[in-house]
């Protein structure tokens, strides 16, 4: 039988999930602005929503820390909450930023010839994961996200590389590609952002493990 407050962690669990469908949509607008077949205009209205939604829970969060005083398992499953929830709104913030970006672009050829496409979808992905892993509480497949950051910084170096090589050649356009750039730093943002959902969801496997040996 669950307890109250097993049924409050539900609750936020389900907002939790809630938040990261906004953020999840958000990066499929980066993806489909970097096609041209989507405007930018909604993630504006995303990232307020994501800002108010983001606030809300946080405010549960601190809500069920002052009500419950919960220990060992809850305090950890609330921790691991609200480190997500933060990590989201900051994804959403970034994903505003980028496509900012894209307003100062006359086109997305740029985008492509430093390989930014390739860089979000990665980024799309290794969301998805980790937020699966956040509902599943699965701890190997949090592992798995939070090694391929690696794979997303490793984008972010060689988009650094072909922006050297577009400023040597002296094409126009150079400009554009530092724009660019900075997009790519913010797609590698939020892969650091994904990666602390993930490392967030292992610490919390870890201590529900420690519960049961302990019992």
Do not use: W
């Not at 050829?109 to 430093?114: A, L």
């Amino acid at each position: 039988m669950k307890t109250r407050i097993d049924e409050e962690l539900d609750k936020l669990d389900l907002g939790t999930m809630s938040l990261s469908t906004l953020v999840e949509e958000a990066l499929g607008i980066i993806t489909s602005s970097l096609n041209n077949s989507y405007g930018k205009a909604r993630i504006r209205e995303i990232a307020q929503e994501i800002e108010e939604k983001g606030k809300s829970l946080e405010g549960s969060c601190i809500n069920l820390l002052l009500k419950f005083h919960p220990v060992a398992r809850d305090l950890k499953r609330i921790s691991s909450t609200l480190c997500t929830i933060r990590d989201l709104c900051r994804i959403g913030d970034n994903s505003l930023d980028f496509c900012e970006m894209l307003d100062y672009l006359s086109s997305t050829e740029i985008c492509n010839e430093i390989g930014l496409l390739d860089m979000a979808l990665n980024v799309k992905k290794m969301l998805s994961d980790a937020i699966s892993a956040f509902v599943s509480k699965d701890a190997e497949k949090a592992k798995s996200v939070e090694a391929f950051d690696d794979v997303i910084d490793k984008f972010f170096s060689d988009a650094r590389k072909k922006l050297r090589a577009v400023i040597r050649s002296g094409k126009d356009g150079y400009e554009e590609a530092v724009d660019v750039v900075i997009g790519a730093k913010y797609l590698e943002r939020m892969g650091d952002h994904a990666a602390s959902i993930a490392h967030s969801v292992i610490e919390e496997c870890g201590t529900v493990e420690e519960s049961k040996s302990e019992g």
